[in-house]
């Protein structure tokens, strides 16, 4: 499977004055060039070290947050690299592995000096990506020639691609009322992720049984992202007002002069004003409830404040305190007394995410690794962890494995007249191309050379887009491939398998705990859940050790113990009611009714689980 490059770019030594100089130059003319030269893909794809990559994102954030974090604020008083600081983060990373890129050229750092603007290119723009929801922004090389000092009078800061983006619209699936309209509610919610909304609605529904009102501000723009309607009594449903995710606008005290203060990134000097120019960009565009424009979080706030005002709730419930949304609306919430509570609703590890900063005042988390994180990423004075498992994973237990395996073997057996003997699952995260390419490639190779029969159904990431896969349904012979309903998910065909594989999803923490083999797959370099150190996975960074990995399956697979279960997941069909019982004692209240007996193995959502059935 083969990821296209977008970029046809390189980069050439063209001496000036008899000094190094560097500029950017169409990849069709680097063949005829007789100067050190490379292509743009190849030195992206120059090896690197994560944890140097890393230490000097920390480093220029230092930098950046010293130097201008206190230009602009809202209304509520949360500093724009507080509030954004997710996305801002994302882009500084960026630019640090381009300067990582050049340091580790060799022609580069034999002979370093100032790297020429491609003429009217945009200075950022955006990165190819697998995802519907998530843009991923970069700074061009003509971006990364600004920042080291360049001249760019003709040269946009957004891209073609950037200035052509269509308007973000929020299906209008709920009521938007309002928020003077909108009646008492003991717990509000916030979700933008069908994770966040699986997560946090059994444990609205546990509330709600004991006689616990609660709303749910459902913030998605993604219409496969939002959140359902309530299943039970109790349970308010809302949307805010429609278009407040499509405000752009300019954000002019982010348009700073240029000066003399900088941050260095290896040998490469970047000044701060234009580092800030260019992140403005991201805050003048609307990108959605992921990654709001600066308008769009001015608004937010506001009208967030009202919704509290109105519903006057003890907690703000959410699954995500660290994105742009939730850190505005923990920060709303405090401001006014209201106790926070963050759900897990992800797999973690040290460098799994953009900030490890989360602010709410309780924490939940879904595993006893997971405590040590979280105590360390906190930034509440008053914060308290509780390892309470996971709540969207109560239902495990009463997933039907024959009709999930009947499922599987109905999407294989259209291929062919038979179908294959084992079937892998294959729980996929909206990576970009090339690493979604890389990793079919060795899974592919892998289960061809495995012992026996064995056949592939892809489970998209529910934020993916399936057309990532089109190259490899297209193949001719073995294995055979198929692609699961986004609708259906892994959950929704995972107990089934004989096998699940997975980078990163937190689909291979749901097969360990039903004793289903899992793969972890990916390069040495690249990170996984870890659940292979737990002895809850099989490590592969090869085909050769995903073949040996398969064929070892033909002996009995012996479950993992308790402990290590424990470990990642506590898992006892409680955690909603467990999470819920933190929510009214915090609160000073008592439920009042039973909750699930403390060593319940599963519970019945109440959501038909199965053949083909959204999970």
Same mark, same amino acid.
């Given at each position: 499977?083969?990821?296209?490059?977008?970029?046809?770019?390189? $980069?050439?030594?063209?001496?000036?004055?008899?000094?190094?100089?560097?500029?950017?130059?169409?990849?069709?003319?680097?063949?005829?060039? @007789? @100067?050190?030269?490379?292509?743009?893909?190849?030195?992206? *794809?120059?090896?690197? =070290?994560?944890?140097?990559?890393?230490?000097?994102?920390?480093?220029?954030?230092?930098?950046?947050?010293?130097?201008?974090?206190?230009?602009?604020?809202?209304?509520?008083?949360?500093?724009?690299?507080?509030?954004?600081?997710?996305?801002?983060?994302?882009?500084?990373?960026?630019?640090?592995?381009?300067?990582?890129?050049? =340091?580790?050229?060799?022609?580069?750092?034999?002979?370093?000096?100032?790297?020429?603007?491609?003429?009217?290119?945009?200075?950022?723009?955006?990165?190819?990506?697998? =995802?519907?929801?998530?843009?991923?922004?970069?700074?061009?090389?003509?971006?990364?020639?600004?920042?080291?000092?360049?001249?760019?009078?003709?040269? +946009?800061?957004?891209?073609?691609?950037?200035?052509?983006?269509?308007?973000?619209?929020?299906?209008?699936?709920?009521?938007?009322?309002?928020?003077?309209?909108?009646?008492?509610?003991?717990?509000?919610?916030?979700?933008?992720?069908?994770?966040?909304?699986?997560?946090?609605?059994?444990?609205?529904?546990?509330?709600?049984?004991?006689?616990?009102?609660?709303?749910? $501000?459902?913030?998605?723009?993604?219409? *496969?992202?939002?959140?359902?309607?309530?299943?039970?009594?109790? $349970?308010?449903?809302? =949307?805010?007002?429609?278009?407040?995710?499509?405000?752009?606008?300019?954000?002019?005290?982010?348009?700073? +002069?240029?000066?003399?203060?900088?941050?260095?990134?290896?040998?490469? /000097?970047?000044?701060?004003?234009?580092?800030?120019?260019?992140?403005?960009?991201?805050?003048?565009?609307?990108?959605?409830?992921?990654?709001?424009?600066?308008? @769009?979080?001015?608004?937010?706030?506001?009208?967030?404040?009202?919704?509290?005002?109105?519903?006057?709730?003890?907690?703000?419930?959410?699954?995500?305190?660290?994105?742009?949304?939730?850190?505005?609306?923990?920060?709303?919430?405090?401001?006014?007394?209201?106790?926070?509570?963050?759900?897990?609703?992800?797999?973690?590890?040290?460098?799994?995410?953009?900030?490890?900063?989360?602010?709410?005042?309780?924490?939940?988390?879904?595993?006893?690794?997971?405590?040590?994180?979280?105590?360390?990423?906190?930034?509440?004075?008053?914060?308290?962890?509780?390892?309470?498992?996971?709540?969207?994973?109560?239902?495990?237990?009463?997933?039907?494995?024959?009709?999930?395996?009947?499922?599987?073997?109905?999407?294989?057996? /259209?291929?062919?007249?038979?179908?294959?003997?084992?079937?892998?699952?294959?729980?996929?995260?909206?990576?970009?191309?090339?690493?979604?390419?890389?990793?079919?490639?060795?899974?592919?190779?892998?289960?061809?050379?495995?012992?026996?029969?064995?056949?592939?159904?892809?489970?998209?990431?529910?934020?993916?887009?399936?057309?990532?896969?089109?190259?490899?349904?297209?193949?001719?012979?073995?294995?055979?491939?198929?692609?699961?309903?986004?609708?259906?998910?892994?959950?929704?065909?995972?107990?089934?398998?004989?096998?699940?594989?997975?980078?990163?999803?937190?689909?291979?923490?749901?097969?360990?705990?039903?004793?289903?083999?899992?793969?972890?797959?990916?390069?040495?370099?690249?990170?996984?859940?870890?659940?292979?150190?737990?002895?809850?996975?099989?490590?592969?960074?090869? +085909?050769?050790?995903?073949?040996?990995?398969?064929?070892?399956?033909?002996?009995?697979?012996? +479950?993992?113990?308790?402990?290590?279960?424990?470990?990642?997941?506590?898992?006892?069909?409680?955690?909603?009611?467990?999470?819920?019982?933190?929510?009214?004692?915090?609160?000073?209240?008592?439920?009042?009714?039973?909750?699930?007996?403390?060593?319940?193995?599963?519970?019945?959502?109440?959501?038909?689980?199965?053949?083909?059935?959204?999970?």
């Amino acid at each position: 499977m083969k990821a296209p490059h977008s970029n046809s770019l390189g $980069i050439a030594r063209a001496d000036l004055d008899g000094r190094p100089h560097w500029t950017p130059v169409g990849e069709g003319a680097l063949a005829a060039m @007789s @100067s050190d030269r490379i292509t743009v893909a190849d030195l992206e *794809a120059l090896p690197y =070290s994560p944890q140097e990559e890393r230490e000097l994102v920390d480093q220029v954030i230092s930098a950046l947050d010293a130097y201008g974090a206190g230009l602009m604020r809202t209304p509520g008083g949360v500093g724009w690299l507080s509030v954004q600081h997710v996305p801002v983060r994302r882009l500084v990373a960026q630019v640090v592995r381009k300067l990582m890129a050049l =340091s580790a050229w060799e022609p580069f750092a034999y002979a370093p000096g100032p790297l020429a603007i491609a003429p009217h290119e945009g200075l950022v723009g955006l990165r190819a990506n697998s =995802s519907r929801e998530y843009r991923v922004y970069t700074v061009t090389w003509s971006g990364i020639a600004y920042l080291l000092g360049a001249s760019a009078p003709y040269n +946009p800061f957004r891209s073609a691609q950037l200035h052509s983006l269509p308007p973000v619209r929020m299906p209008a699936t709920a009521p938007t009322p309002q928020p003077s309209e909108l009646p008492r509610s003991e717990v509000v919610a916030l979700t933008w992720s069908s994770r966040h909304a699986a997560t946090l609605g059994s444990v609205l529904e546990e509330l709600a049984r004991g006689g616990r009102a609660s709303l749910v $501000i459902d913030l998605a723009t993604d219409p *496969a992202e939002r959140c359902p309607g309530p299943r039970v009594r109790g $349970i308010r449903l809302c =949307s805010p007002p429609a278009g407040l995710f499509d405000l752009p606008g300019a954000v002019e005290r982010l348009r700073l +002069p240029d000066d003399d203060l900088v941050v260095r990134v290896k040998e490469h /000097t970047v000044q701060l004003a234009r580092l800030v120019r260019l992140v403005s960009v991201l805050l003048e565009t609307g990108g959605g409830c992921t990654q709001p424009s600066w308008r @769009s979080v001015v608004r937010a706030e506001t009208w967030l404040d009202g919704v509290l005002d109105s519903t006057r709730p003890h907690t703000l419930l959410v699954s995500n305190d660290t994105s742009p949304l939730g850190a505005l609306a923990v920060h709303t919430a405090e401001r006014r007394g209201i106790n926070t509570v963050h759900v897990q609703h992800g797999a973690w590890t040290a460098e799994s995410v953009a900030w490890p900063a989360l602010h709410s005042r309780d924490i939940v988390v879904t595993g006893e690794r997971d405590v040590p994180l979280a105590k360390a990423w906190s930034r509440h004075p008053n914060a308290e962890v509780h390892a309470l498992g996971q709540p969207r994973f109560d239902a495990l237990a009463s997933l039907d494995r024959d009709a999930q395996r009947r499922y599987l073997e109905r999407l294989l057996g /259209t291929a062919a007249s038979r179908g294959p003997v084992r079937i892998a699952v294959w729980a996929c995260q909206p990576f970009g191309p090339d690493r979604i390419a890389a990793q079919a490639d060795l899974l592919l190779d892998g289960l061809w050379k495995a012992e026996g029969h064995w056949g592939l159904v892809i489970a998209p990431h529910p934020v993916q887009s399936v057309d990532v896969f089109a190259s490899l349904l297209q193949q001719d012979g073995t294995p055979l491939v198929a692609v699961a309903d986004p609708r259906v998910g892994a959950r929704g065909c995972l107990a089934g398998a004989d096998a699940v594989v997975s980078a990163y999803s937190t689909c291979g923490i749901e097969a360990a705990l039903l004793d289903v083999p899992v793969l972890e797959i990916g390069s040495t370099r690249e990170r996984t859940l870890g659940l292979a150190e737990h002895g809850l996975a099989r490590r592969c960074s090869s +085909p050769d050790d995903v073949a040996d990995a398969l064929s070892e399956l033909r002996d009995p697979h012996r +479950p993992a113990v308790q402990a290590a279960k424990d470990g990642v997941c506590r898992w006892r069909g409680d955690s909603a009611a467990q999470v819920a019982q933190l929510v009214l004692r915090r609160a000073g209240h008592a439920m009042h009714h039973a909750p699930v007996h403390e060593e319940a193995r599963g519970a019945d959502s109440g959501v038909p689980q199965g053949e083909g059935v959204p999970a």
